[in-house]
């Protein structure tokens, strides 16, 4: 079992820059697909970015394209989401997942394993 948990959410005004990291509580995500989903208020969980256990593969959701990316660092233990050129629609507790299948996924549930979220907050 992998427990994952998210950190680095904060208050950043429209236009700034955040980076949210993702580990393994009492473990590691080496070999691990991860991805990275958010939820603002009153809204369904939405598909952000992911990224294969090797790094080779990345995709992302049309709402942040160009301005978001996703990494793996530490030997694959710690997944980042740096967020650039944010806006108050980008408001919202972001998660980080992790699946156990194949290839890259982007639907909510094929997603195993959760974090509890942080949150990250754009003023206007």
């Known amino acids: 079992q992998v427990q994952p948990v998210e950190s680095g959410g904060g208050l950043v005004q429209t236009g700034g820059s955040l980076r949210v990291s993702c580990a393994a509580s009492g473990g590691t995500l080496s070999g691990y697909s991860v991805g990275w989903f958010r939820q603002a208020p009153g809204k369904g969980r939405e598909f952000v970015a992911t990224?294969?256990?090797?790094?080779?593969?990345?995709l992302y959701g049309d709402s942040v394209k160009g301005r978001f990316t996703i990494s793996r660092e530490n030997a694959g233990n710690t997944v980042y989401l740096q967020m650039n050129s944010l806006n108050p629609d980008d408001t919202a507790v972001y998660y980080c997942?992790?699946?156990?299948?194949?290839?890259?996924?982007?639907?909510?549930?094929?997603?195993?394993?959760w974090g509890q979220g942080t949150q990250v907050t754009v003023s206007s």
């Open positions: 990224i294969t256990w090797d790094g080779a593969n990345i």
């Open positions: 997942a992790v699946h156990l299948l194949g290839g890259i996924r982007s639907r909510l549930q094929d997603y195993r394993y």
